[in-house]
T-cell receptor, first 112, second 115 residues
Framework: ELKVEQNPLFLSMQEGKNYTIYCNYS?????LYWYRQDPGKSLESLFV???NGAVKQEGRLMASLDTKARLSTLHITAAVHDLSATYFC????????????WGAGTKLIIKP | DADVTQTPRNRITKTGKRIMLECSQT?????MYWYRQDPGLGLRLIYY???????NKGEISDGYSVSRQAQAKFSLSLESAIPNQTALYFC??????????????FGPGTRLTVL
């Protein structure tokens, strides 16, 4: 069964701290996507990682992809309250349809 | 203006009623999707369409139907709504880039409550 597992599923942290969200997947995909969702809102694309070793950064968020380990990480540096949201990772499925397989999401709460 | 729009944004209906949710996009993408999100859960794919003549079932298509009226429009229908279809529904679009990849762009969502 194709799976995308995120951990932790819930994270409460203090402002100024660093933390990492992990996304493990069971397919052989080399394409991985990170999305952000604010409560009751839509999903916003954050990062698209298209190859092994890909690293992308936007502000305090940095995403990386290790296709050999089937692992992506989303690292948060010096967290601020505005980063509170649910973060989803997704990978392309194994067939030519490129359907996304979604993780369950990590709910991140950053306390002042 | 939003690239992917959904109507209505909120809907309350009763068990047994027929409901249609509509999605329009101005991104020029061929691929369109309907997802369902339940509280605290991830996304589940209901139906997807790669062009006007191509409609495919997702993992939870039972109780739902779709219509792709044009490249820019994709509608989701609940023929006879039931309470466990209460959820947040998202439409999304994508166009395979080069190299092929499937970054999807989401509409604002429709919150549906079935009483």
């Amino acid at each position: 069964e194709l799976k995308v597992e995120q951990n932790p599923l819930f994270l409460s942290m203090q402002e100024g701290k660093n933390y990492t969200i992990y996304c493990n997947y069971s397919t052989t995909s080399d394409r991985l996507y990170w999305y952000r969702q604010d409560p009751g809102k839509s999903l916003e694309s954050l990062f698209v990682l298209l190859s092994n070793g890909a690293v992308k950064q936007e502000g305090r968020l940095m995403a990386s992809l290790d296709t050999k380990a089937r692992l992506s990480t989303l690292h948060i540096t010096a967290a601020v309250h505005d980063l509170s949201a649910t973060y989803f990772c997704a990978v392309d499925g194994p067939d030519s349809n490129y359907q996304l397989i979604w993780g369950a999401g990590t709910k991140l709460i950053i306390k002042p | 203006d939003a690239d992917v729009t959904q109507t209505p944004r909120n809907r309350i209906t009763k068990t047994g009623k027929r409901i249609m949710l509509e999605c329009s996009q101005t991104k020029g993408h061929d691929r369109m999707y309907w997802y369902r999100q339940d509280p605290g859960l991830g996304l589940r794919l209901i139906y997807y369409s790669f062009d006007v003549k191509d409609i495919n079932k997702g993992e939870i298509s039972d109780g739902y139907s779709v219509s792709r009226q044009a490249q820019a429009k994709f509608s989701l229908s609940l023929e006879s709504a039931i309470p466990n279809q209460t959820a947040l529904y998202f439409c999304a679009t994508s166009d395979l880039g080069l190299p092929p990849y499937n970054e999807q762009f989401f509409g604002p969502g429709t919150r549906l409550t079935v009483l």
